[in-house]
């Protein structure tokens, strides 16, 4: 198949379109606003959910390259669902997508990099932090995903 006079090899999991779209899904609304103009401030286009369907939703039609779940009530499974709902979808172009997970605690760390997170941060974390955690996983590529996630979890065995 020829896309543009260049060949299709499928996707590679990779959106080559600037500045990334980054979705903060924070079920406090003040909190996910103050979140998507912090990352947005760091030069990305951000945009934000305060539920998990309204994620959803916004994960399959604007297709961002990044997710950052950061879900408080529910715990940690509200987040996981999501996170399950990416790495389950039928298009490679949201199974792709990198995810920044953040929880209470470190305790949820392994079985966060388990479940096909990229990231994991515990609560609270500086601006910085995520931000650096946001273009590590942008900026690593496919194929070292899954070598990144075994690391972590010997990194961080519980």
Same mark, same amino acid.
């Given at each position: 198949?020829?896309?543009?006079?260049?060949?299709?090899?499928?996707?590679?999991?990779?959106?080559? /379109? #600037?500045?990334?779209?980054?979705? +903060?899904?924070?079920? =406090?609304?003040?909190?996910?606003?103050?979140?998507?103009?912090?990352?947005?401030? @760091?030069?990305? *286009?951000? +945009?934000?959910?305060?539920?998990?369907?309204?994620?959803?939703?916004?994960?399959?039609?604007?297709?961002?390259?990044?997710?950052?779940?950061?879900?408080?009530?529910?715990?940690?499974?509200?987040?996981?669902?999501?996170?399950? @709902?990416?790495?389950?979808?039928?298009?490679?172009?949201?199974?792709?997508?990198?995810?920044?997970?953040?929880?209470?605690?470190?305790?949820?760390?392994?079985?966060?990099?388990?479940?096909? #997170?990229?990231?994991?941060?515990?609560?609270?974390?500086?601006?910085? *932090?995520? #931000?650096? @955690?946001? #273009?590590?996983?942008?900026?690593?590529?496919? *194929?070292? /995903?899954?070598?990144?996630?075994?690391?972590?979890?010997? /990194?961080?065995? =519980?």
């Amino acid at each position: 198949m020829q896309v543009r006079g260049r060949r299709h090899e499928g996707w590679d999991g990779i959106e080559r /379109r #600037a500045p990334p779209l980054v979705l +903060i899904v924070n079920d =406090d609304p003040d909190a996910c606003k103050m979140l998507v103009r912090m990352v947005a401030s @760091q030069g990305y *286009e951000a +945009i934000g959910a305060t539920r998990d369907d309204e994620a959803s939703s916004r994960i399959v039609n604007r297709l961002p390259r990044c997710v950052v779940l950061d879900i408080r009530s529910g715990g940690t499974g509200t987040s996981l669902k999501v996170l399950n @709902q990416i790495r389950n979808h039928d298009d490679p172009r949201v199974t792709t997508i990198r995810v920044v997970l953040c929880g209470a605690s470190p305790k949820n760390r392994s079985f966060s990099f388990q479940s096909g #997170a990229d990231s994991y941060l515990v609560r609270p974390f500086h601006l910085g *932090e995520l #931000a650096a @955690q946001i #273009a590590d996983v942008l900026g690593r590529p496919q *194929e070292d /995903r899954s070598r990144h996630r075994r690391d972590e979890l010997a /990194r961080h065995g =519980d």
